[in-house]
């Protein structure tokens, strides 16, 4: 999977309409190969990010879980933690 796409579920508070949309984005970028689709493939671009990120928003809404929602702000330190460990120079 893409890396820029991120886990969007049971978070606190929830994943924004943008933040779907985005996921969606990057996710049809990955599967067809274009950063930005030229002019003949722009609609079907559009469309099917419309799609995912609609399909996506059905898929949050339907997930349960017992778990307690993460936060995002401890989420976003230890990946920066992470990030730090993975590119330290030597």
């Known amino acids: 999977m893409c890396r820029n796409i991120h886990t969007l579920y049971n978070f606190e508070p929830p ?6 949309r985005a996921a969606a984005e990057q996710y049809v970028r990955k599967v067809s190969g274009f950063t ?3 002019k003949a493939n722009e609609e079907a ?3 099917a990010i419309d799609e995912i990120a609609h399909v996506t928003h059905h898929l949050l809404e339907a997930l349960v879980t017992n778990a307690s ?3 995002r702000e401890v ?5 920066r933690e992470r990030a730090k460990k993975r590119f330290a120079t030597a």
């Open 45 to 47: 671009f559009a469309h």
């Open 69 to 71: 929602p993460r936060d």
């Open 36 to 38: 930005k689709p030229s």
């Open 75 to 79: 989420e976003a330190e230890r990946a």
């Open 15 to 20: 994943a924004t309409e943008h933040e779907v």
